[in-house]
């Protein structure tokens, strides 16, 4: 999967995983592979912010505003997290138009 969004497109989780909390963040079950994942709390807060269609920049930010962590380490992070939903079939990122 080549990932390199840009901060304008979107990405939602898909209808194919259910979660559950679990010790202090989400397990994940991808129903098509029927394999778990695992997502700690910051990870759990972005899992329910993508519930709707949010922009690369919208996530970076909210994590921001919440969590004390550096700008840089955030970015690196949460595109890690969302490649890794995206390439297991947890998430679905979707371009922005161009117009």
């Known amino acids: 999967m080549n990932w390199n969004p840009s901060d ?3 990405i939602s989780a898909t209808k194919d995983a ?3 909390e679990f010790g202090g963040g989400l397990a994940l079950l991808n ?5 778990y994942y695992s997502l700690n709390g910051v990870g759990a807060f972005i899992w329910d912010l993508i519930q709707e269609p949010k922009s690369i920049a919208d996530i970076r930010n909210a994590v921001l505003a919440r969590y004390d962590v ?5 970015n690196a992070d949460v595109d890690i ?3 890794g ?3 297991n079939g947890l998430a ?8």
């Open 18 to 20: 259910v979660a559950c």
């Open 70 to 74: 550096d700008a840089e380490r955030c």
């Open 31 to 35: 129903l098509k592979s029927n394999i």
């Open 92 to 99: 679905r990122l979707e371009h922005e138009a161009l117009v």
């Open 81 to 83: 997290l969302l490649k």
């Open 8 to 10: 304008h497109d979107c």
């Open 85 to 87: 939903l995206a390439e």
